[in-house]
């Protein structure tokens, strides 16, 4: 499975309780909507660990992909390129991640 792990703040002056709006609902039905799409999650960061940390992000979005194949297509086609170009100026400091779920709880659930 892919995994894109997106984490971020907000841009200057960005008004939280709109980007919220958006990203509750806009945003996410239109993530939910990429192509071979498994999962998507949003999160707000509430705490880091340490205690004596201060979080270096606000928010987490997740989204989940069957292979690295599936996610190519539905990341790097033309239109979610330009949406993401848009979408990424409502953002502060951020950085995108693309990993490889090497292995998960259901597959030690699964072992005997």
């Given at each position: 499975?892919?995994?894109?792990l997106?984490?971020y703040?907000?841009?200057?002056?960005?008004?939280e309780?709109e980007?919220?709006?958006?990203r509750?609902?806009?945003?996410?039905?239109?993530n939910?909507?990429?192509?071979?799409?498994?999962?998507t999650d949003?999160?707000?960061?509430?705490?880091?660990?340490?205690?004596?940390?201060?979080?270096?992000?606000?928010?987490?979005?997740?989204?989940?992909?069957?292979?690295?194949?599936?996610?190519?297509?539905?990341?790097?086609?033309?239109?979610?390129?330009a949406g993401?170009?848009?979408?990424?100026?409502?953002?502060?400091?951020?950085?995108?991640?693309?990993?490889?779920?090497?292995?998960?709880?259901?597959?030690?659930e699964?072992?005997?």
């Amino acid at each position: 499975m892919i995994r894109l792990l997106v984490m971020y703040n907000l841009a200057d002056g960005a008004d939280e309780a709109e980007f919220l709006d958006w990203r509750l609902n806009e945003h996410q039905s239109a993530n939910a909507a990429l192509p071979s799409m498994l999962r998507t999650d949003f999160a707000q960061v509430v705490k880091a660990w340490p205690d004596s940390v201060t979080p270096r992000y606000r928010f987490v979005t997740t989204l989940d992909w069957p292979d690295m194949e599936s996610f190519n297509r539905a990341f790097y086609a033309p239109d979610v390129q330009a949406g993401l170009l848009e979408n990424i100026k409502k953002l502060g400091d951020h950085e995108y991640f693309v990993t490889e779920i090497l292995t998960n709880s259901e597959s030690i659930e699964a072992q005997p």
